[in-house]
């Protein structure tokens, strides 16, 4: 079957799938003009974030018979019009949950302890304890929105602090495990001291996660999103800052990943984002480690090969 990778893959991915038959395009740095040439021929579609899998790509691809996602998010790929098309879908989120968890737990633990604003301080040569006075786990309630894949793995990772673990997932039922409990949202709101997102970018959940959702919460929450930025966008972000209602911040995904675009606007709020010290940011990696580099190419090459198999039995 022709296959096209359009992003950067371990090589493992590479050369599974030609030991195994493929007849392999694997074309990282692909420009559009030579991508929508491709389109025709091409039965499967290996993808990361480089081009957006719209309507017009899909009807180009006549041929296509299957689009794996190398991650765990489908928000780039136009999910209701590949159905339509008859096109299986698969992504990897097996193979970085537990890099998720890690970066979620470092960035919460990294607010917690004031970790960033002490290295800064030390470095200059200031030794100030008082101020870096910081928080900890035990006894707070932690809420989890999505209980998926990376939203298991975080609550797992979360069992040896003393803390309890409150899960909401609206796609699941009985889903109470030793790690988490299954919670309304309202419980969640009501009791969180810590609430982390796991959920995946969709139109319903952009129209959830508005002000009006965050002021919901009781009390003055920690939030960390390794999820998608467009569910804590900038200005809701400041707004419950200045409301009082943040204690503190993980963002490891924004509303606009590429500084270059940013708005006037967007450059405002994130400056002024910038200047809180009870914040931290890292640059969409926390699936990206150097081992779940290798587990999404293993996970997505078994899928890619299984799908051959069936399609051809």
């Known amino acids: 079957m022709k296959t096209l990778i359009i992003d950067d893959v371990h090589f493992y991915l590479i050369d599974k799938l030609r030991s195994e038959g493929f007849e392999l395009l694997y074309k990282p740095d692909i420009k559009e003009d030579e991508f929508l040439q491709l389109l025709p021929s091409i039965e499967i579609m290996v993808v990361r974030s480089k081009f957006k899998i719209t ?30 098309h008859k096109i299986t879908l698969v992504n990897a989120a097996e193979g970085n949950r537990n890099a998720v968890a890690e970066h979620a737990l470092s960035l919460l633990l990294n607010v917690f302890n004031k970790i960033n604003q002490g ?7 200031i030794f100030d304890r008082e101020t870096n006075r910081g928080e900890e786990l035990a006894g707070k309630t932690i809420g989890i929105i999505g209980y998926g894949n990376t939203g298991k793995a975080f609550a797992k990772i979360l069992s040896g602090f003393d803390v309890e673990v409150l899960a909401y997932d609206r796609y699941l039922k009985n889903y109470s495990d030793q790690y988490a409990r299954e919670s309304s949202m309202e419980e969640i709101n009501n009791l969180s001291d810590i609430i982390s997102l796991h959920v995946p970018l969709d139109a319903s959940n952009k129209e959830l996660f508005n002000q009006q959702y965050y002021n919901r919460f009781k009390k003055p929450i920690f939030i960390i999103n390794t999820s998608r930025g467009e569910l804590l966008q900038f200005d809701i972000l400041l707004n419950l800052i200045n409301k009082s209602k943040i204690s503190g911040f993980g963002l490891d995904v924004f509303e606009n990943e590429k500084f270059e675009t940013f708005t006037n606007k967007q450059k405002v709020q994130f400056s002024k ?41």
Do not use: C
């Not at 017009?56 to 928000?75: H, N, P, S, T, Y």
């Not at 940011?281 to 090969?305: D, M, N, Q």
């Open 55 to 84: 309507q017009f790509v899909i009807e180009k691809a006549q041929k296509l018979k299957l689009i794996a996602r190398a991650g765990a998010g489908m928000d780039n790929i136009d999910v209701e019009e590949a159905e339509k």
């Open 119 to 125: 290295d800064s301080q030390v470095r200059n040569q």
């Open 273 to 313: 984002l910038s200047e809180y010290p009870f914040g931290i940011f890292s640059p969409h990696v926390a699936g990206w480690t150097t081992r779940s580099y290798l587990k999404i190419s293993e996970v997505l090459a078994k899928k890619i090969i299984q799908f051959k198999n069936n399609f051809h039995e």
